[in-house]
């Protein structure tokens, strides 16, 4: 794994963002200096901690984030290149990861989750990283320090023993399934040899039953013969006494029709002597309705008189009407003229009283005798009288000459028509008379004749003489039809029971039902016993269906069993074989040779041949019985002429040593996976070494980018010499990051 650039902010002192860009510096050894606490190691666990989330030195990438949006990125080659990129919220602790290719396509995230599962897919696992890529002062992963166990284990990993180790488990998972379904097996075949009954014996029951069967089949087809006649002897009585009951009921019907026929022929005669009497009557009451109608038309000739003398007296009260009101008005002319003339014959009397008022006037005036006649008529005291006098005088003369005759003629004319006008009545009156006595006559007539008649209808009988006479008509048509249906239905009934014979016996029957009975109950007994032996012959079909099965069953387990036995020896081998014990030890004791051959070529750049390494795979158990699995690292040390597990070594000397280690491994996981190492990470791995030895283990670290093939590797040193030393510095001030 090579990594190119890193870029960081949010994390300890990279306040502001900072870059390394490592492949603008070369292939090489990179000295990374700075005081304590700059964030020397913060720059370089940040490549662990932005693939795998979690740091060598401090746990979580979370707990060294100082900001909300802390912030790795790593863009670099893994196989193929690739670019990670790592969010941190250091208040929430939330984070989010992507990874991308080379072209700038996701890979994974943002989600964790995803991200982690691309870096376990893609990623040597975090252990296998440590071990190869990555050491520090912490002692983190370092090959020389840890625990026997775990140093096996990460030799496994190197390895990829665990994948040897899972077929194992799976060849003694299968063992397992082996052995079980054997055990199960062999139970099954006991359990049938000891539960299974002989095919033979029940086959030979099995042959018997089957007789006994038919035997029983034969006894019911007898039975059922028997019951069959039984049942054809009880229907023919049976149908005998049906019969019989049929021929009765039709005579009983026959007779039944007869009464009836009877009953409506003696209604028919009750009917016409009903109406006999009325029809004797006939003639009277014929001779009634005659004399009705010549009343009838005797009152309608009456009634037309009648009316013509009415019209006659009608005319006549009009003249006589007509009379009266003439003499009326004859009366009132003469009454009139009467007038008149005593009107007239009083102007007279009057104008006389007047001439004698005024002559007596003339002679009281003292002047009246003394004067001639022409001087009194000068005189103005006389001239009134005189006036009065002449013309009451003049009045007389005119009433007597004129009025008084012209009065007395009109009285003369008027009497003379009064008086016939008075006789005109009397004659009108006299008409009148004569003629409203006849109509009285006819009217008292008219009321009489109306009188009969009303009476002679009352009595009138002969719309129900004419019902009568329909009714016997219609009576007349049917009585005889009436009478022949009964005398043919009386002969047809007496026919019938003649014919009908005597009843059946009534005691054939009963018997007959017994003897079906009887017939019944054997034959449902036989069946029963057919039943019974069929039965017993499925029961024992199945038995010894049941017991073929179970030797055919067994057979085919038996069969089964020989193969298996071979089976599971066969996978207790493989399980064996592929386990801790087997190719995994071949494989372990072979990488010790190989890993120690690899420290100590690198020893020697450093040390010449003084120190050698080795591994040891097992070690005597401490009872004595046998060998277990170990993986302990012996340093020999050559000019001393000692072996150990690098305990007594100096200071110097174990740094060394244990760095020629932890780069072997590295070779090693190089060589095992076939990748190149690319760029490797020291942090202060080297810090107590003094000047020879700062300079053999540059010697060494030489010797490692040369054997391996390492494109860059990183180490943090404060010592000035080794910094000198170094291909390029980067260097590293409170949170900035500068290249020299
Ligand atoms: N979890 C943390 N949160 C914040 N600061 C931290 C944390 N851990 C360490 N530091 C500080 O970050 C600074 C840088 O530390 P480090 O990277 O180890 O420096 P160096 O390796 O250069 O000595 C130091 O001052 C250290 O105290
Ligand atoms: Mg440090």
Redesign the pocket.
């Known amino acids: 794994m090579r990594i190119d650039k890193i870029r960081l902010s949010g994390f300890?002192?990279y306040k502001q963002e900072a870059e390394l860009d490592l492949a603008a510096l070369g292939p090489g050894i990179i000295a990374v200096a700075?005081?304590?606490?700059?964030?020397?190691?913060?720059?370089l666990e940040a490549i662990p901690g932005a693939i795998y989330r979690q740091t060598p030195s401090?746990g979580s990438v979370a707990?060294?984030a100082?900001a909300r949006d802390a912030k790795i990125e790593l863009v670099g080659e893994n196989g193929a290149p690739f670019t990670v990129r790592l969010d941190v919220d250091a208040h929430n602790g939330r984070q989010e990861a992507v990874a991308i290719d080379g072209a700038g396509e996701p890979l994974a995230g943002p989600k964790v989750k995803d991200y982690d599962r691309f870096v376990a897919e893609h990623f040597p696992s975090p252990e296998v990283y440590l071990a190869s890529f990555f050491a520090s002062q912490t002692g983190v992963g370092s090959v020389l320090k840890m625990s026997r166990s775990d140093r096996r284990a990460l030799f496994g990993k190197l390895l990829g023993i665990e994948r040897l180790e899972n077929m194992a488990e799976e060849a003694r998972f299968r063992a397992r399934a082996v052995e079980a379904d054997m055990a199960a097996s062999r139970a099954a075949l006991d359990a049938i040899r000891d539960g299974a009954e002989d095919v033979a014996t029940l086959e030979a029951e099995y042959k018997e039953a089957k007789e006994r069967e038919a035997a029983a089949a034969g006894a019911a087809r007898q039975a059922g013969e028997k019951l069959k006649e039984a049942t054809a002897a009880r229907d023919r009585l049976v149908e005998e006494a049906k019969e019989y009951e049929r021929a009765s009921l039709t005579a009983r019907e026959a007779r039944a029709k007869a009464n009836s026929a009877k009953a409506d022929l003696a209604g028919l005669e009750a009917k016409v002597a009903a109406i006999a009497p009325i029809l004797e009557r006939g003639p009277e009451i014929r001779a009634a309705a005659a004399r009705i109608q010549a009343l009838e038309a005797e009152l309608e000739k009456a009634r037309a008189l009648g009316e013509e003398k009415a019209a006659e007296h009608t005319v006549l009260q009009a003249e006589a009407t007509r009379a009266a009101r003439a003499y009326e008005q004859a009366n009132f002319a003469h009454k009139e003229a009467d007038r008149a003339l005593r009107d007239a014959e009083a102007r007279v009397g009057e104008a006389e009283v007047r001439i004698r008022s005024a002559k007596k006037a003339t002679a009281g005036v003292p002047c009246a005798g003394l004067l001639d006649d022409e001087k009194r008529s000068g005189c103005p005291a006389l001239v009134g009288h005189f006036k009065t006098e002449e013309a009451a005088r003049k009045e007389i003369v005119e009433l007597n000459d004129t009025l008084i005759p012209m009065a007395s003629e009109a009285f003369k004319a008027t009497s003379d028509k009064k008086l016939a006008a008075e006789k005109e009545v009397v004659a009108a009156n006299a008409k009148l008379n004569a003629v409203g006595g006849e109509l009285g006559e006819y009217r008292l007539k008219y009321r009489k004749a109306q009188e009969e008649l009303s009476g002679l209808k009352a009595k009138d009988e002969s719309a129900k003489l004419a019902r009568a006479e329909a009714e016997m008509a219609g009576h007349r048509l049917v009585i005889d039809a009436a009478r022949k249906t009964y005398e043919t239905a009386q002969a047809e009934a007496d026919r019938l029971w003649s014919a009908l014979g005597a009843p059946p016996d009534l005691g054939a029957p009963s018997e007959a039902r017994a003897a079906l009975a009887a017939a019944q109950v054997a034959h449902e007994a036989a069946l029963l016993d057919v039943q019974d032996e069929a039965g017993r012959v499925v029961r024992l079909d199945e038995q010894l269906k049941r017991a073929r099965d179970a030797q055919a069953k067994a057979a085919a387990l038996a069969a089964k069993l020989a193969p298996m036995e071979t089976e599971l020896a066969e996978w207790r081998w493989l399980g064996r074989g592929l386990g801790r014990e087997g190719v995994q030890a071949l494989e372990l004791d072979a990488a010790g040779p190989r890993v120690s051959g690899l420290a100590n070529e690198l020893l020697a750049d450093a040390y010449g041949s003084r120190f050698q390494i080795r591994f040891e795979t097992q070690a005597a158990k401490a009872d004595g019985k046998g060998v277990k699995e170990t993986f302990d690292v012996v340093v020999v040390d050559t000019e001393r002429g000692r072996e150990g597990n690098g305990e007594d070594l100096s200071g110097g000397e174990k740094v060394i040593v244990g760095e020629a280690l932890g780069l072997a491994v590295g070779l090693f996981h190089a060589q095992a996976a076939g990748v190149s190492l690319g760029t490797v990470i020291r942090d202060e791995t080297v810090g107590a070494l003094d000047p020879e030895n700062g300079e053999k283990y540059l010697a060494m670290l030489r010797a490692f980018l040369r054997v391996g093939r390492v494109h860059q590797l990183l180490y943090?040193a404060h010592n000035p010499a080794l910094v000198d030393m170094a291909d390029a510095v980067v260097r590293?001030e409170d949170g900035r990051i500068e290249v020299r």
């Open positions: 300890t002192t700075g005081p304590n606490g700059s964030g020397k190691t913060t720059l401090r707990s060294i100082t943090v590293v």
